[in-house]
């Protein structure tokens, strides 16, 4: 497990490059992974949790299912991308509301498909984290439209931060298990351990934090991404820090579904240098 987590986590060392990756890893070398076949199309419900109100609207109204219709797609899809929020699923410490994640997850059991699920961190981690002493960053996330979200993001390297999510990514497992139609329909978890406000990891957005991004130019992007770059060197980033929390993470997930696929999003943020020797 240890060789798989090192190769799927040499990528994020450059995290200050620019591209979009996904990289999928068995979560153990032996067991009885091999019998999922992760193969197909893979469909991300619109929008899906960041919305929770519109969620079963996006996912029964997708192209291959107009209204009035259930979850009945065509045999190129293979597997649903459900997308949860931390705080939406454990709003309290020791406190877990799964109940609309086993009512979604049946009814695409009951469609014939499997499921993709990833349970997002960073400014979805519940306000009792921080409560109970995790460290965040300085800069405030931008709260848009929706809810199950606060403007604190974790310094993803606590340890306080780090045991809470391990205890989440437990008790998930322990539901789904409930019933086993539930977890044998589970074919991917991915890592939401590391992400700010979607479910790719990255560490530099400006659009998560700095409004009007979308009209800003590309030299002014640069800017708030630099900025973002002193934040987190503020809170004490190194690449050995990030990646043992990566390393963490992934654990928490492998131990928790030991015959699951893990999955690994990233978004790698590039930043315009002008002056070489500034140490960007």
């Known amino acids: 497990m240890s060789v798989i987590i090192k190769a799927t986590l040499s990528s994020l060392l450059m995290v200050f490059s620019g591209f979009l990756a996904a990289t999928v890893a068995p979560a153990q070398t032996n067991g009885d992974w091999r019998g999922i076949n992760p193969r197909g199309i893979h469909y991300a419900v619109p929008r899906n949790t960041l919305h929770p109100d519109r969620w079963r609207e996006g996912l029964q109204h997708a192209p291959d299912c107009q209204a009035p219709c259930v979850v009945e797609f065509d045999d190129r899809l293979s597997t649903i991308y459900l997308r949860y929020k931390w ?24 469609a014939g498909k499997k499921v993709s699920l990833i349970v997002m961190a960073g400014k979805y981690t519940p306000g009792w984290v921080f409560d109970d002493g995790a460290r965040h960053i300085e800069t405030r996330a931008l709260l848009f439209h929706g809810s199950y979200a606060q403007e604190l993001v974790p310094v993803t390297w606590d340890p306080i931060f780090l045991a809470a999510h391990g205890e989440m990514i437990e008790a998930l497992a322990a539901f789904l298990r409930e019933k086993p139609e539930r977890y044998d329909t589970i074919t991917l978890v991915k890592n939401g351990g590391l992400v700010i406000h979607s479910g790719e990891t990255r560490m530099l957005p400006p659009h998560a934090f700095f409004r009007g991004t979308k009209r800003a130019s590309e030299e002014q992007k640069d800017e708030y991404r630099k900025e973002l770059c002193s934040v987190w060197a503020q809170a004490g980033y190194t690449q050995d820090k990030i990646l043992r929390a990566a390393a963490q993470t992934m654990s928490q997930i492998a131990e928790a579904f030991p015959d699951k696929y893990l999955g690994l999003v990233f978004v790698l943020s590039l930043i315009h240098i002008s002056e070489p020797t500034r140490p960007y």
């Open 87 to 110: 705080m939406q699923l454990n709003p309290k410490n020791g406190v877990y509301d799964f109940s609309d994640l086993g009512q979604v997850i049946d009814t695409i059991h009951r």
